[in-house]
């Protein structure tokens, strides 16, 4: 079997895994993953298993090495995750960690657009219940508006593919021409890579996800948009310029954040930054820059929200102003978190040095000097939140006092694992170098690399220092793009709701108006003539109003003569009805 | 004590533009060729960065109940 689909092993998997007993639950998590990691090893580059659907070709594996390398990473961290989140006995969260995780895979092994957007849906709704599962108010709307946000990009998706389709005839998913209907399927591809201003969902909603959740979402919905836009968009100056943009930006909102996760998700629209200035620049070594790039930060920014949520499940506590002090009593957490924190920043021997170097090295080559510059920006902002700041209010700092629960042992061997992937990758490269879709011809320890990443980091490193009094977590908020559909949605329901409706409720009172005067009018029509008459005398004379007087019309006086002429007339209708019908 | 950790800074520094003077030389490509530059970028980046975020701090800065207050729903 060198070319079967992933995706349906996991899915299986989740079935399979409602109807056993709780107690087996996570053992059944491990054993799926671990067997996607065997048959992922059995499949080869160059394989595809298509069926027909309708008058369609459905690729439902294409194999080769741009979707096996994120397939060896997404396999990798379910596994991972599986260990980390052994302990959870929750079968909503462990159902639709699988149904995500093999969702992703779908959509990488996917080799046409129908096959690419089911599973791109799975993921949505799998990654939505992810957040539901924490099962709080707050949640429940993070995740709603999350389901909204994806909703609309799922739409946007079909009709992009639709009108494809429409103008080429053909579903096969590959490099996009500049036709509008790519453009659609641009946006949606960009909603899912967190691009500004298509970010906020990112940062809204995987802070309240669960502790687990957040770490298998950290890890596939992103990276899977950075897979289809290396796949369909590479080259295209225009990703170029919004990745080297949202890599700063993404700091720059990390640097206000207090609570820890909330801090990582903007670190994520970061780094994928890099990711996607690369795939904007397009040549082999970007490509591969990209690829490194993605597959190194799944490995290190998982960690990372394992460490942060270890933190949140031994404390309840994820704000940096509420943290301080755990670094006599969670010492292990720290040491782990560090590691992910060093890989981030791109410390040499550490993973993001040897995958960023690389997305930056490329921008270099093709002598884009001020998007090189932009990242370098970012890549300081990088380490001085995640590596000094956050590690410095959370471990230590003013201590609060705080009694953390233990952990599961789970949870630590999750995130050991995941520490020796990030130092073995950072010291041997090549491990990563060798599944990269292109051959790599690129050596990261260069003298120049080594000596330039050394002084960016120790002066930017210095400047903490200095200005370390100001720059705590303050118990405040930050507004993001995703204001516009929080805030406004009372302005929106005003509009929309109120607004739209109020002309309509106007004529509606106004004809009720009509129909009650006319009733009333018609109840007695000479009197009502006498009186239209008697008010327009009063109008002329200027004396005073005579006094009402009893109506000189006595309706019962006239009723016959009016039934004549309604019966006349309605005989004559008759007549006109029954002419027309029989003639 | 303030006087000391200038010093060693400024040496640091010393020691490493020097080191990339000698073994990765001028190159004639662009500015971060200088030797040095990335050093100067780094603390100069990090203060922009500051800057930035503090004064957008101050205009999308909220209380944390401000959704709560201000109709979510």
Redesign the interface.
Known sequence: MSSFPLAFGYIMGAVLLLALPRRLRPAAFLAVTAVSFYLLLQLEAGASLALGFLEYELVLARVDSLSLAFGYVFVIISLVGGVYSFHVKDALQQTSALLYAGGALGVVFAGDLFTLFVFWEVMAIASMCLILARRTPDAN?AGLRYLLVHALGGSLLMAGILLHLHQTGSMAFDSFDGSPASYLILVAFAINAAIPPLHAWLSDAYPRATVTGAVFLSAFTTKTAVYVLARGFAGLDLLMWAGAIMA?YG???A??ENDIRRLLAYHIISQVGFMVAAIGIGTELAINGATAHAFAHILYKALLFMGAGAVLYATGRSKLSELGGLGRTMPLVLMLFMIGAFSISGFPLFSGFVSKSMAVYAAERSLM?PV??LL??AS??TF?SIALKLPYYTWFGPDRGIKPSPLPAGMYIGMGLLAAANVAIGVYPALLYNVMPFPVDYAPFT??KL??????????G???WL?RGI?GG???????VDWFY??T??LAYTVFSVWLSRPFEEVDRLSLRVARFVARQSANPPHAMAEAVRSIGYFFSSGKRPASIASPFNPDHYRLSLSVMVMVMLAIFAFFLGFSYFN | MKFVWAAL?IA??GI?VA??AV??GTGDG???QVP????????V??????V??KG??RW?????D??DR????
């Open positions: 709307r700063v700091v720059v909102f640097i206000l000097e090189v510059l370098q920006l300081i902002g001085f003298f120049a000596i330039a990443t050394t002084q960016l980091l120790v002066f930017s210095i400047g903490f200005l720059l303050k118990d405040t908020i930050t507004l993001d929080r805030r949605s009372r | 800074i640091l520094l490493l080191l990339e073994l990765v662009f500015v971060w040095g530059f990335f050093a100067l970028f780094g603390i980046g990090f203060l922009v960065l500051v930035i975020s957008l701090g999308i800065r909220r209380y944390e401000y959704y201000n109709g979510d729903e």
